[in-house]
Nanobody, 122 residues
Framework: QVELAESGGGSVQIGGSLRLSCVAS????????MAWFRQAPGKEREGVAV???????RYADSVKGRFTISKDNAKNTLYLQMNSLKPEDTAVYYC????????????????WGQGTQVTVSS
């Protein structure tokens, strides 16, 4: 069984920064490929960033240059550093694990956290 627990969400002003964390426990091989997704009210869940191994990453066009995904394998923790936040970044952010390729498609993931709310306002 794999459990994922996100933290670090909150309210921030336009242009601000937040760092999300996701602590993973359980079947360790599932942690090799992990991702962040987000879902805004009334919208589909969309992939934000994925990391496979320690260095292979992929980002949605909307966050390139602003968000950085990383992992600390010793702590079984996934991070998402979010800078230059915009109102359109407002969403519930989910951690996901278990992909085999660096996919931003939600169907590629078997394990999900409960989500953490990020709100960006003026």
């Amino acid at each position: 069984q794999v459990e994922l627990a996100e933290s670090g969400g909150g309210s921030v002003q336009i242009g601000g920064s937040l760092r999300l964390s996701c602590v993973a426990s359980g079947y360790i091989s599932s942690f090799d490929c992990m991702a962040w997704f987000r879902q805004a009210p009334g919208k589909e869940r969309e992939g934000v960033a994925v990391i496979r191994g320690d260095i292979i990453t992929r980002y949605a066009d909307s966050v390139k240059g602003r968000f950085t995904i990383s992992k600390d394998n010793a702590k079984n923790t996934l991070y998402l550093q979010m800078n230059s936040l915009k109102p359109e970044d407002t969403a519930v952010y989910y951690c996901a694990a278990g992909c085999l390729v660096t996919s931003l498609n939600r169907d590629s993931y078997n394990y999900w956290g409960q989500g953490t709310q990020v709100t960006v306002s003026s």
